[in-house]
DNA sequence: CGTCTTGTCGGGAATGATTGTCAATATCGG
DNA sequence: CCGATATTGACAATCATTCCCGACAAGACG
């Protein structure tokens, strides 16, 4: 189990002690046990994932956290920007995101999420913050559609 | 209010007798009473609104309308592509999508979408479709932010 | 004209994700 | 070691949404 923390642990992967901790902090939240558990599950996903799963995952891992801390937990990475949140089925998923501006390519037929980094795009997203004084948040930009990996693997345009 | 459809109203307005009904047709649903009524309710609203709300804003213009009639018309719509669904508040929002390509600019504090044409955009979204092959769909973009009227009343940079 | 068929409707119960409550517990400074 | 404070978890409560099912309307058909 994750009874002793190895210095093992400490290569750069996204779910290092260190990191986590400071990602918590940046959150305004102390890294508890509990908390480090759930991002660091967070972490290894890559797709966006339901609380309440990361709560049974984390339970078959033998670790006891309880639902509410789990949630808890997620809604303030949340609040804070530092996991992005989608919805799909009527379940509120959450996804560790990358620093910098980026998009998200959300397929809506496995719920997979790329992202697709900004940069060279600005002007566009200039153009978009011109209309009316919107302003953006260049984190939460979300372009639905079907991931190159579904249309290969179920048929071009299905009638869905 | 819309007690009398007179021939007055078939200018080319959203909530045209006419129109309703070519809409729930589009949507493979026959164009009863309740459906065109639930449509309707939905074709003033410019802010994204909820089934309940509806159900609710119904009731009180004295229509006898289930609650489950508007959750079935809405879902139907929003699987046709007739309205486009948004979720604030743990609550599934819609609202009736202008035909063509726009992408909507979405206020986090008001919850008010813009449609923004798309249409000269273009060549970003092709760029969007060259990462790996993604097919973006192109009424669902949605770029979240704070709208300029919200800017504008509530100071410029809150700490949210 | 009466009946059958099919699709639609509404009310209320059931579902399921999420949040609130509150006592028990861990943490930290001194 | 002690008290103040923050965190945690079991469980109840909430609330949007869906399910279920009997009732009903309109057209088809004899």
Redesign the interface.
């Given at each position: 189990m994750a009874s002793h923390i190895a210095p093992a642990d400490r290569h750069s992967h996204d779910g290092s002690a260190d990191e986590v901790a400071v990602r918590l902090r940046a959150a305004g939240l102390s890294p508890t046990p509990r908390r480090r558990r759930v991002l660091e599950a967070l972490a290894v996903q890559r797709r966006p994932v339901g609380a309440h799963e990361l709560y049974v995952e984390l339970t078959r891992r033998g670790h006891r956290v309880g639902v509410s801390t789990v949630y808890r937990t997620l809604s303030a990475l949340a609040d804070a920007g530092l996991v992005h949140v989608f919805?799909r089925d009527?379940e509120?998923r959450y996804r560790l995101c990358a620093p910098g501006r980026h998009?998200h390519?959300v397929?809506?037929r496995c719920g997979g999420v790329?992202e697709?980094p900004a940069g060279d795009?600005g002007d566009?997203l200039d153009?978009?913050t011109a209309?009316?004084?919107?302003?953006?948040?260049p984190h939460?930009?979300?372009?639905?559609?079907?991931?190159?990996?579904c249309?290969?693997c179920q048929g071009d345009d299905p009638a869905d």
């Open positions: 919805v009527s509120t998009y390519l397929c809506r790329q697709h795009d566009w153009g978009v209309a009316g004084g919107f302003r953006p948040d939460q930009i979300e372009v639905q559609g079907v991931c190159g990996r249309l290969r």
